[in-house]
């Protein structure tokens, strides 16, 4: 859905901005406070020449309002690159981001535990091992809490999850992104296991629902159109693997991801 105020949009100043590849829109306000403000030195303009205060031919004011309207469309091309700001991301940059600093703080955890990540290490020892059962990344997530910030497990484009207000109150409702209960540190090929990712799963056509999902090289895992609709035509999501690198995965590459990898089966923790 688009804010009500796209539609009073008079015209867009289309531009690449060649540091972040985002297209440049003028701000309709500036816009539409600039137009005024043409039009009232110009109206001002024309009636000082009727009352004679410039003392000049018609063609010579005819070449100041000329200046004046070239002047002020400069000014509102300089105002419209000047509030670009390039710290803006779009949500697959903040979603990779998001999943970029969950991979370094299941490494740092696995750093401190014999390499291995939550789910393989006991709740005695500061893992969360016994949970796996219950198929909520929550409780295996939660054993990073001392490093992420809440707004780290919330997908941008995610509408129905929404950050918690602190770890005590962390469950499903707070996190976008499924966990992997057998991806390890250890795997060979790291770079091809999935560690975790966006949670708008499905297989053949029906959405993965909440809780644990088991899949092998051959199940047809794909994205449904929840998350990321806008990241391109097709679908698509952001995944996590075990070497700690980010993709956004389209549907076709996600399918490819899921066959080559080396584990027989791998269980997900789906929120
Ligand atoms: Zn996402």
Redesign the pocket.
């Known amino acids: 859905m688009s804010p009500p105020e796209d539609k009073l949009v008079l015209f867009e100043i289309r531009h690449a901005c060649s540091p972040c590849g985002r297209r440049l829109t003028a701000n309709p306000l500036t816009v539409r406070f600039l137009s005024l403000v043409t039009g009232a030195v110009l109206i001002m303009l024309s009636s000082a020449m009727r009352r004679g205060c410039l003392n000049r031919p018609a063609e010579a004011v005819t070449l100041i309002e000329v200046l004046v309207v070239i002047a002020v469309v400069v000014v509102s091309l300089l105002f419209a690159v000047a509030t670009h700001d390039h710290r803006t991301k779009s949500?697959?940059t903040q979603?990779s981001n998001?999943?970029g600093q969950i991979g370094v703080g299941l490494h740092a955890f696995a750093t401190d535990h014999g390499d291995h990540f939550p789910p393989q290490v006991s709740v005695g020892n500061g893992g969360s091992m016994e949970f796996i059962g219950r198929g909520s990344p929550a409780a295996h997530f939660q054993t990073l809490s001392n490093e992420m910030r809440l707004k780290v497990w919330i997908?941008?484009?995610?509408e129905i999850k929404k950050p918690a207000n602190n770890y005590a109150a962390f469950d499903d409702r707070n996190l976008?992104y499924f966990l992997s209960m057998d991806a390890a540190p250890t795997n060979t090929q790291p770079q091809f296991i999935i560690l975790a990712g966006?949670r708008h799963l499905e297989v053949a056509g029906q959405p993965v629902r909440p809780g644990l999902f088991t899949f092998s090289s051959n199940t047809p895992v794909s994205w449904t159109r929840e998350?990321?609709r806008d990241a391109s035509q097709s679908r698509g999501?952001?995944v996590l693997f075990v070497d700690g690198h980010v993709e956004f995965l389209k549907h076709d590459r996600v399918v490819a991801a899921v066959k080559g990898q080396g584990l027989g089966t791998n269980r997900l923790a789906v929120p």
């Open positions: 949500p697959t979603c998001n999943l997908c941008p484009t995610d976008s966006d998350l990321h999501g952001v």
